[in-house]
């Protein structure tokens, strides 16, 4: 069965700081691996996606993600962050063919200080 | 750009009584989906459907959901009997390339 491991529950930082979001996968295949943020009282907003290719995948907002199999992980970075990025962030795995469900991770919750 | 829609933003109901979550998928997008949070924690699947037909569904869709897709734009997520336990934030999602979430319909269930 796939899921995925979020370890950090909530993440404070600088605006201005880089940002890290770890994210690990258990899946028997290649995954399609996604993250998607969620602000307040707001829908899931997908922030970028690995199918295949490039393993560093650039996505909205300034965000991009690594895919490393040998770790099974898909960690999301941000150069600079923004007050604006204060949200939780979710990463989530599907099974081969894009259509099949998503499993999610628990969430990070990121805060952003002045 | 397009989006998926959900109504209502906020359903309150009694326990054991019937509600229909209603949403409108992007229109071109063929697959739909279900997804719900429990307060506090994961977004988890319930079901997916295609071509007028479940395709997959979680443990967690009993014989209290059911899915329909009642005209050429509507998706709609009907629950029985509802129970404490049914509270959450219900997502609506479709997809062409990737899933498309809606913002959800928040349920309490009183």
């Known amino acids: 069965a796939q899921s995925v491991t979020q370890p950090d529950i909530h993440i404070t930082v600088s605006e201005g700081a880089s940002l890290e979001l770890r994210c690990n996968y258990s899946?028997?295949?290649?995954?399609?691996l996604f993250w998607y943020v969620q602000s307040p009282g707001q829908g899931l907003q997908l922030l970028l996606k690995?199918?295949?290719?490039?393993?560093l995948v650039q996505g909205i907002k300034g965000f991009e993600a690594e895919f490393k199999r040998s770790q099974s992980s898909f960690n999301l970075r941000k150069p600079s962050v923004h007050w604006s990025d204060a949200a939780e962030y979710f990463c989530?795995?599907?099974?081969?063919?894009?259509?099949?469900?998503?499993?999610f991770g628990s969430g990070t919750q990121l805060t952003v200080l002045p | 750009e397009p989006e998926v829609t959900q109504t209502p933003s906020h359903q309150v109901t009694q326990m054991g009584q019937e509600v229909i979550l209603r949403c409108v998928p992007i229109s071109n997008h063929l697959y739909f989906y279900w997804y719900r949070q429990i307060l506090g924690q994961k977004v988890e699947f319930l079901v997916s459907f295609y071509n007028n037909e479940i395709s997959e569904k979680s443990e967690i869709f009993d014989d209290q959901f059911s899915v329909e897709r009642p005209d050429g734009s509507n998706f709609t997520l009907k629950i029985r009997s509802t129970k404490l336990e049914d509270s959450a934030m219900y997502f609506c999602?479709?997809?062409?390339?990737?899933?498309?979430f809606g913002p959800g319909t928040r349920l309490t269930v009183l």
């Open positions: 989530a795995v599907g099974g081969i063919g894009s259509a099949r469900q998503l499993t």
């Open positions: 690995y199918f295949s290719g490039d393993t």
């Open positions: 899946y028997g295949a290649t995954p399609y």
């Open positions: 999602a479709s997809l062409k390339d990737t899933q498309y």
